[in-house]
């Protein structure tokens, strides 16, 4: 089975990592975390640590559906330095399947030439960094197979956005009233 992956990063955003996570396992479906370094434990930006499933040096693009990335900072830096991660977006990208980033996560998007002419979003101050993407103002944004968001605020929102790429609309409004989510 196909399976969403979440890379960890030191300096990751912690709720926007964790948020996607476990949304994405109360619907069943599959997700790898997946650290980027030598090391499994990865420290968020408020001091949590992760301890990551997975090396990136391990994951191959064939066994993805989908990449979430999460955002914060010195996170998303960290991510988009990683050329094993770029090279798994864009070949996910090629075989359509889903990616998603969250709050600064976007400017990966852009690092892996993906959002050329997309409509995308990304944490105020980072659309400096995303300028071949048509920029949006809004709480999270779909263009495809593409979906970014604006920040923490949102990572519920956006997980649950992410799941009707994967699950029925019915089931994720299910899942939203067995989680107690109202209208955002």
Known sequence: MKQIMVPLADGLEEIE?????????????????CYLGDDSEVRGSKEIIFKAEKSI??????????????????????????KILLNLIN??????????????????????????GKKATSYPGFEAQMPSCNYKEKRVVKDGNIITARGPGVALEFSFKILEEFIPVAEVNNLKEKMMVREY
């Not at 990592?17 to 975390?33: K, M, S």
């Not at 990208?93 to 990966?108: D, E, H, K, Q, S």
């Open 17 to 33: 990592a964790v948020t996607p996570i476990d949304i994405f396992r109360r619907a069943d479906l599959e997700v790898v975390t």
């Open 57 to 82: 040096k391990d994951i191959s693009a064939g066994e993805l559906k989908g990449i979430v990335l999460p955002g914060g900072m010195p996170g998303a830096d960290n991510l988009r330095r990683n």
């Open 91 to 116: 070949s996910v990208n090629n075989a359509g399947g889903l990616l998603a980033a969250n709050c600064a996560a976007p400017i990966v998007l852009e690092k892996a030439g993906i959002l050329k």
